[in-house]
């Protein structure tokens, strides 16, 4: 008899849901493909996905807890302590010295490589002696390396250019570079990091690679990181060993120490960092979700580097898998939605479903299953909207169904606004969406005070020439031109299509968009000597956000870009005139331009600005060493100054003629109490 009744009870429900009339069934079909669209991307919805990451770092703890491991002996953590710090009395840099001494220990133990988890990104005084270790290296060496193009917010291009010639000056030895970017979106290290084309290898694929275990790297792999816990906790899952111990020389020589460190290093990859309070910390799924100390960054390479070894590339469900699980969930939904059970029933039924729906992820991660995007929270919202979907169609009749739909409307915009949105959805064409872009902004100097000094048919011959010219410019460039403001011509690069080379187009656009008015000015000067004089064109370049789009009314609109990068751009480009420069761009947009002809122009407070500037000026024929200087007078200015002031003194002296290097120098003397200069 039971099995007679149960079909009714969903035959019923779907004869509510049909008598709620052909609109209202569309919007339930409708609000379903919804519920199915929460319940597979559960990951990428603002605010579920907070959520799904919470889920999943409770689901990556409690594993890791249930399959406790004894030490790993495997890798051996040699580290900075705040101790060492104390004894060097130095904090930051690390003391080079130290690192030197200890690979000079380390050399002769047999470790299978050694990999560096420290930047060497500034000059320091023990330079030499670590580049001369390095090179004298029979044990394989990997040396940490991170650049602007995947790390923006942790090294300067300064301190890039300074790294890659560190890195130069190993070439031939047993050192190489290493990546120590992490993948921590959203604040944790969750996944192993994307393996970026012409970037080096990740530290630990380096370190197996160098020691003849590359087919063991898991290549291409980007999944979880499996994080382990001890199943002691008085001993952690890896050995540390302060660097001390190694880099003393004293405590080298006593033989049966050296040969009990030998026996720790022996055999093993041996991982050179910090282990200091506050620095360098690692937030993993662990201490993510029990809210305990975090370890330092170290130890996501170890812990690498053991997955590697273990061979545990998790695999991830098939796209098609989740498809079918959340279809399942939402299909779960419509058949609870369309029951008229009693309540207890229902009850029961519903807390069966939701221990299920929860409780799948946890059975997969512990089947060794990577998780990480599979949507346990998405599958119970889902579920919710599609249950309420289908109960409020059976319990709603059309009248009150198309109040609740103007209602909902009417909480985003105006009872009016909303009728005619779903009367005439073509109103929403006008709009415009947030985009990053490389922003150009030119004027031509003295054009306006010349234009009032000759004959109208001449000024416009003269700007129609001039504007031809930089218009082809920006366009054999591949910019769009914005729009011209009397003779000045306003650019943008990475909109409405973005492409991979747009900061460098950019650039070049920039710089040739200068040339063109000098071509202007001969060609001026040749065409009449009775002309009055023409000044230069002088060129900002600012990278930023912006809002891009059709703007404007019913009878005209126009492609553009609006936000505060537009203005930065436009007074870039007036600091030339008392800057004595012609072109000028900001940190923000040489750090995107992949282009190594900058040269620092120092730090000013632009007008109407209150936020310093780091200037940068495009000088593809500046000698390098000079560059090289100013880059090291920039790292100076902030701990140095007096030092800074006397590298970029002595580069003005080499180039007399060069008025914006004079000026750089005027600038950094009268602000000799450390804050930036002020344009007036």
């Known amino acids: 008899m039971s099995d007679e009744r149960t079909p009714n009870f969903i035959v019923r429900g779907w004869r509510n849901v049909r008598e709620a009339g ?14 199915l669209a929460i319940a597979r991307f559960g990951w990428v919805i603002p605010g579920v996905a907070d959520a799904e990451r919470a889920m999943y770092d409770s689901r990556s703890y409690v594993e890791a807890d249930r399959n406790d491991v004894p030490q790993d002996n495997r890798v051996v953590m040699v ?12 904090r930051s840099p690390l003391d080079r010295g130290i690192i030197a001494r200890a690979l000079q220990s380390l050399d002769g133990m047999g470790a299978k490589a050694i990999g560096i988890d420290i930047l060497f990104d500034q000059p320091q005084a023990e330079d030499e002696e670590l580049i001369a270790t390095l090179r004298a290296m029979q044990t394989p060496v990997v040396v940490g390396y991170v650049d602007t193009a995947t790390n923006e917010d942790n090294i300067k291009y300064e301190q890039e250019q300074y790294l890659k010639a560190f890195l130069a000056q190993l070439e031939g030895s047993r ?12 604040g944790v290290t969750r996944l192993w990091p994307e393996q970026v084309a012409g970037q080096p290898d990740l530290l630990g694929r380096a370190m197996l690679k160098a020691a003849g275990e590359g087919a063991r790297t898991l290549p291409g792999y980007q999944g979880a990181v499996r994080y382990r816990l001890p199943e002691d906790p008085s001993r952690p899952v890896f050995t540390y060993l302060p660097i001390d111990t190694f880099s003393d020389p004293e405590l080298t020589a006593i033989p049966e120490l050296s040969a009990a460190l030998a026996e720790q290093v022996e055999g093993r990859y041996v991982l050179i960092g910090g282990d200091i309070v506050d620095v360098d910390r690692l937030t993993t799924p662990l201490t993510q979700a029990m809210g305990t100390s975090l370890p330092p960054g170290i130890e996501f390479h170890a812990t690498s580097i053991a997955q590697m070894l273990d061979g545990k590339a998790l695999p991830r469900p098939m796209p098609l898998v989740l498809w079918v699980l959340s279809a399942l969930v939402v299909v779960m939904a419509v058949l609870t939605g369309l029951l008229e059970w009693g309540n207890w029933r229902i009850y029961l039924l519903l807390a069966v479903q939701f221990v299920v729906m929860l409780g799948v992820p946890f059975v997969m991660q512990f089947q060794q299953t990577d998780t990480y995007g599979v949507p346990a929270v998405g599958w119970l919202l889902g ?3 599609a249950f309420m979907a289908v109960t409020s169609a059976a319990r709603a009749s059309g009248a009150v169904q198309r109040n609740f739909a103007q209602g909902a409307l009417g909480k985003y915009l105006p009872r009016e606004m909303a009728q005619e949105i779903i009367d005439n959805p073509k109103l929403l064409a006008l709009h415009g969406e947030k985009k990053q872009i490389f922003v150009l902004f030119s004027d031509l100097e003295g054009f306006t005070k010349m234009s009032h000094a000759v004959e109208p048919e001449m000024v416009a011959l003269l700007i129609n020439r001039y504007l031809e010219m930089l218009s ?16 000045a011509v306003v650019a943008f690069w990475g909109a409405p299509i973005a492409r991979p080379d747009d900061g460098e187009r950019a650039a070049r656009c920039g710089y040739a968009m200068w040339q063109a008015g000098e071509a202007f000015r001969a060609e001026v000067a040749a065409m009449d000597p009775n002309l009055p004089k023409i000044g230069k064109t002088r060129v900002g370049l600012h990278f930023g956000e912006a809002v891009v789009g059709n703007f404007g009314g019913d009878n005209r609109i126009q492609y553009t870009a609006l936000g505060d990068s537009m203005n ?10 008392p800057l004595q420069s012609s072109v000028m761009a900001s940190r923000e947009f040489v750090e995107k331009s992949s282009l190594d002809w900058w040269r620092p122009m120092g730090t000013v407070i632009l007008r109407g600005r209150a936020k310093p500037v780091d ?3 495009p000088a593809p024929d500046f000698p390098d060493e000079d560059r090289k200087a100013l880059i090291q007078a920039s790292i100076l200015m902030d701990h140095d100054r007096p030092q800074a002031e006397q590298v970029i003194a002595g580069v003005v002296a080499r180039h007399p003629q060069d008025k914006a290097l004079a000026n750089l120098l005027d600038r ?12 007036g």
């Open 472 to 487: 082809q410019v920006v366009l054999d460039h591949g910019g769009v031109i914005d729009k011209f403001i009397g003779d």
């Open 568 to 577: 930065t751009a436009a007074r870039l480009e007036s600091a030339n005139k």
């Open 22 to 35: 052909p609109r209202r069934l569309a919007l339930t079909g409708v609000l379903v493909l919804v519920a």
């Open 615 to 617: 200037l940068f000026e």
């Open 383 to 385: 579920w919710i909207a």
């Open 668 to 679: 950094v003397q009268d602000t000799r109490g450390g804050s930036a200069y002020v344009l």
């Open 79 to 90: 580290v900075f302590t705040d101790q060492t710090l104390i004894n060097a009395g130095k």
């Open 175 to 186: 050192a190489v570079p290493g990546s120590v970017k992490l993948s921590d979106s959203f």
